[in-house]
């Protein structure tokens, strides 16, 4: 069953705007994962934020997480057309498996 | 280089006919895990392997077999493919999943459409 979900499913902006995007989750989790995949490519790893942590940057990517409210932030700043790609926000099942689940991603579209 | 390989990366067939997509990663990960992406369903877990000869079922098992012989291959088998099971295919491993701090590697993916 999905445990994180995104929103919103679709963000369309100008190159050089801000980028947000948003993942909330149902249960406790100890960490939180972003992925970027590009049209017809792979899932590519962004950045992964622990539960003790509120904040963390990766170059033009910050993350927030605030475990009380169950959910996640994801801002791309100075955004460029090579950004143009689906977002997902991955958190870890709590069952035996350990997996990772994913969200059903955001659309983000980049305008030249 | 490090990477997940899938083989083959597109895949036109008919139903019933057995099908494997192979997997491959030279990172020596032991965690391995197979997904399929619909549209509007995000990505579902398939199988997935803690290591060596530990395999298990995801979400949506149904249909498909893998096994993991050696650390770095863990192929999808298909053994009697129907029109259901066209999707775009990811394989991906991870240094480990019990932790879950691993970020998880993915292939290029492998598009099936079984006819």
């Known amino acids: 069953s999905q445990q994180g979900e995104e929103d919103p499913q679709a963000l369309s902006i100008q190159e050089g705007e801000n980028a947000t995007m948003n993942c909330s989750y149902k249960?406790?989790?100890?960490?939180l994962q972003w992925y970027r995949q590009n049209s017809g490519r792979g899932l590519v790893h962004l950045i992964l934020i622990r539960s003790n942590e509120r904040e963390k940057h990766s170059g033009r990517l910050r993350v927030t997480l605030d475990t009380s409210k169950k959910s996640s932030s994801l801002l791309i700043t100075a955004s460029r057309a090579a950004d143009t790609a689906s977002y997902f926000c991955?958190?870890?099942?709590?069952?035996?498996?350990?997996?990772?689940?994913f969200g059903k991603g955001i659309t983000l579209s980049v305008r030249p | 280089e490090a990477q997940v390989t899938q083989n083959p990366r597109y895949l036109i067939t008919v139903t019933g006919k057995k099908l494997t997509v192979t997997c491959s990663q030279n990172?020596?990960?032991?965690?391995m895990s197979w997904y399929r992406q619909d549209p509007g369903l995000g990505l579902r877990q398939i199988y997935y392997?803690?290591?060596?000869?530990?395999?298990d079922k995801g979400d949506v098992p149904e249909g498909y077999k893998v096994s993991r012989k050696e650390k770095r291959n863990f192929p999808l088998i298909l053994e009697s493919p129907s029109p259901n099971q066209t999707s775009l295919y990811f394989c991906a491993s991870s240094l480990r999943q019990g932790m879950n701090n691993q970020p998880q590697h993915f292939g290029d993916g492998t598009r099936l459409s079984i006819l």
């Open positions: 990172m020596n990960h032991e965690y």
């Open positions: 991955a958190t870890p099942y709590t069952g035996a498996n350990s997996k990772l689940t």
């Open positions: 392997s803690m290591n060596v000869e530990v395999t």
């Open positions: 249960t406790s989790i100890n960490n």
